[in-house]
């Protein structure tokens, strides 16, 4: 409702279009050029918030300030510090008013001393918030806590002062039984503490487990390089990236991330790209190929000229991208808000009319308010502030031991509504790297020879491929031998020497050049692995067509299981990939997923989420790279893979540790089971005070029972909020 309002409120001025989040605290406003930015801000502060101007960027943030940590630390900090003072003050307070052989002469005075400051100080965001909600006509958990405990505070202090409760050797009996007496000789101070420490101690855990909203962003714009080799008069130099302009040539060497985006003026290499386009086959380029920044040089020295730097970079884009999808994601509002929204307003119209009806009924002034204050009081539950974050607390206590991260309590009404899951390719259903997966030797070939002489001689390249197809022949055969006369040819493959025998392997045109010609069935397995979307080489030895090899991204042998648990959950399972057709066809089939969509970039797949939203569906995602950081942000929830990137894992809701796919199907079933404590608890921290409001309309609330109905809601919460722990998948 705060969101909402002061969307509403920007929007009224000319010109304005406004998206107010209230998950990340931001708004995103387009306004006419004329508009002066600090007129929004007086906007907002009209409605009765606050809003400052984000930071101007900074040249080494890429045109981006990633968001700062500091804000949040220092809100969570003076929230520990009213928490701690609560409870230091608090606990004597309910010792004291629970234990009747501690309560010594003027201990009602040593109470209020001690409550004065929890009620004042400690619960003063609650009385602050309330006061904002009264003045808009909205009533929330706030409104409910500051009613309860200023009406508890208040008669206390009339009845010390004015009634009887003052008065040396007071005594509060322990008895639970319903019954009339004389109100103005009880206090309330212990419930009116009890409940500030109690919600305080919730807001905290519940702040606590929030994520920062920024933090996906500087993740990100980290993974760019930090420096750049620049050619300038002939000379190579070590320059901050910031110093980078369009035009510089610069050199990257092998291992190094390509400092921006440009284009190769000289030299060969591999480039892994797996970042960018989730394809896991790195890029051959040569001179006049384009680059981007902050993938990785995977082979030779290369020289590139920059095309595009600071927030025209293709990694800038992408963190616009990020931004864009969070600020868009609707925010989850409190469950507790909602409730506490319809009920605030029937507690209060409740406590008025037992005002009335008692002065109706000739009662007498000091018997209608005892009565009416009494229902205020026992309508503010202290079990509401530990509903969710006990739960949650629990929920992802357990969660951590079974390898899910679950990152707040907006995550979990998510999970309850998700009827789509989406799934990226490269590292989360398949391993992610290149694996040796055909291996056809020629006839009359023997299959270990094939590779013991293929391994040594790709054992000697740098290329990603000739890894996969040494380490598999490794795997196979044992221990490789050293190759001589080893030389690279760019762009085409290998050659040496093995045991006296020549080696060759590369494209089909490379082995023609040495006159060696595929047989028709080797020509043909070759076309049908390449149709399978695998990365394909052919071998030569000694002048014969040895065989062929091919290397793939290999699926995950839990991922088809996971896909049958995610169908069992009554989700519908859709492969999204910057992989081609073939390749995600032949993924989809395997693992059992019918819907397939392929060849896209990170934009593409922000659009692909918000398409699938458009139609009505709740979509998850499960994803692990860059690639994938908007797209887990656009979703409504986001599930990043342990293994992935770290802007992967900042931008999504869950993170599952391992590797294994069918931790999501966990997450998801563990997500709903803490929603649904959740639930329970909000629904047991109101129905004790429900049930006793009658009482205290009557006038019959003893103080005890009052208390007592306060610490039954309480233990029960807490009791079944440990009930997660046996959560078993």
Not at 165 to 190: N, V
Not at 508 to 522: G, M
Not at 707 to 713: D, Q
């Amino acid at each position: 409702s705060c969101a909402n309002r002061i969307e509403r409120k920007l929007n009224k001025l000319d010109g304005v279009q406004a998206e107010v989040n209230y998950a990340t605290e931001t708004a995103h406003v387009s306004a006419p050029s004329t508009m002066d930015p600090a007129d929004l801000v007086a906007q907002v502060e009209a409605t009765g918030y606050t809003a400052t101007l984000p930071a101007p960027p900074q040249a080494h943030d890429h045109g981006f300030d990633g968001g700062s940590p500091s804000s949040a630390d220092a809100e969570l900090t003076a929230l520990r510090h009213r928490l701690i003072g609560a409870v230091v003050l608090s606990v004597p307070v309910i010792i004291l008013a629970m234990v009747p052989s501690w309560q010594f002469t003027y201990w009602q005075w040593a109470s209020l001393t001690l409550a004065a400051p929890v009620v004042i100080w400690a619960g003063w965001p609650f009385h602050r918030a309330a006061w904002i909600n009264l003045r808009h006509g909205a009533a929330t958990m706030d409104t409910l806590v500051s009613v309860g405990t200023l009406a508890a505070f208040a008669w206390s202090l009339y009845a010390l002062f004015f009634g009887t409760a003052g008065e040396p050797g007071l005594r509060h009996p322990f008895s639970l039984s319903i019954a009339r007496g004389d109100a103005t000789s009880h206090i309330y101070l212990e419930a009116a503490a009890g409940v500030i420490m109690f919600v305080l101690a919730g807001r905290y855990f519940e702040k606590r487990a929030k994520r920062d909203a920024g933090a996906a962003l500087r993740a990100l714009l980290d993974l760019g390089a930090k420096d750049a080799t620049v050619i300038r008069g002939g000379v190579e130099q070590l320059v901050p990236i910031a110093d980078l302009h369009v035009g510089d040539e610069f050199v990257v060497r092998p291992g190094e991330k390509i400092a921006t985006d440009g284009v190769v003026v000289s030299g060969t290499s591999a480039v892994d790209e797996s970042m960018i386009t989730g394809e896991s086959v790195p890029v051959e380029v040569a001179p006049d190929s384009p680059v981007t920044g902050a993938t990785v040089n995977a082979g030779g020295r290369l020289v590139v000229r920059a095309t595009r730097v600071g927030e025209a970079t293709t990694l800038a884009s992408m963190a616009r991208l990020v931004t864009a999808a969070q600020s868009g994601k609707a925010p989850v509002a409190r469950l507790a808000d909602r409730i506490a929204g319809v009920f605030v307003p029937i507690v209060i119209a409740i406590a008025v009319a037992t005002l009335g009806v008692w002065l109706g009924s000739g009662a007498g002034a000091t018997a209608a308010f005892t009565a009416a204050v009494a229902v205020l009081i026992i309508a503010c539950p202290c079990a509401l502030g530990l509903a969710t974050p006990t739960a949650l607390l629990v929920g992802t206590g357990r969660g951590a031991q079974m390898g899910i991260l679950i990152k707040g309590p907006e995550i979990l009404e998510s999970t309850r509504r998700v009827d789509t899951i989406v799934m990226d390719k490269t590292g989360t259903v398949t391993t992610g790297k290149m694996t040796l997966v055909d291996v056809e030797p020629a006839d009359g070939v023997d299959r270990a020879e094939l590779l013991r002489l293929a391994g040594a001689v790709e054992n000697a390249s740098e290329h990603p491929i000739a890894a996969a197809i040494a380490r598999g022949a490794r795997e196979e055969v044992g221990e490789l031998p050293t190759p001589e006369g080893f030389a690279n040819l760019a762009g085409s493959g290998v050659q040496g020497v093995v045991d006296g025998r020549a080696v060759v392997i590369g494209r089909p045109a490379l082995l023609s050049d040495w006159s060696i010609t595929l047989p028709e069935s080797l020509a043909a397995e070759f076309a049908a692995a390449q149709q399978r979307g695998h990365t394909v080489v052919a071998v030569g030895v000694d002048g014969q067509a040895a065989g062929i090899l091919g290397v793939a991204d290999a699926v995950k042998p839990s991922s088809s299981q996971a896909v049958h648990e995610f169908t069992e959950l009554g989700l519908s399972p859709v492969l999204l990939t910057g992989d081609n057709e073939a390749v995600a066809r032949t993924v989809g089939q395997e693992v059992g997923v019918d819907e397939v969509i392929a060849d896209v970039m990170p934009a593409d797949k922000v659009a692909a989420i918000a398409k699938l939203q458009s139609r009505g569906k709740v979509v998850a995602m499960i994803g692990d790279g860059v690639n994938d950081a908007a797209a887990l942000a656009q979703a409504d929830l986001g599930m990043a893979m342990g293994a992935g990137t770290d802007v992967a894992i900042e931008a999504s809701d869950i993170t599952l540790v391992n590797d294994d796919l069918r931790g999501a199907a966990t997450a998801i079933r563990l997500s709903r089971a803490t929603l649904r404590t959740i639930k329970t608890n909000l629904f047991w921290a109101f129905a004790y005070n429900v049930a006793a409001i009658p009482l205290a309309a009557f006038g019959l609330l003893n103080p005890m029972l009052a208390g007592a109905a306060m610490a039954f809601s309480s233990i029960f919460v807490v009791g079944n909020s440990l009930r997660l722990r046996r959560f078993a998948g």
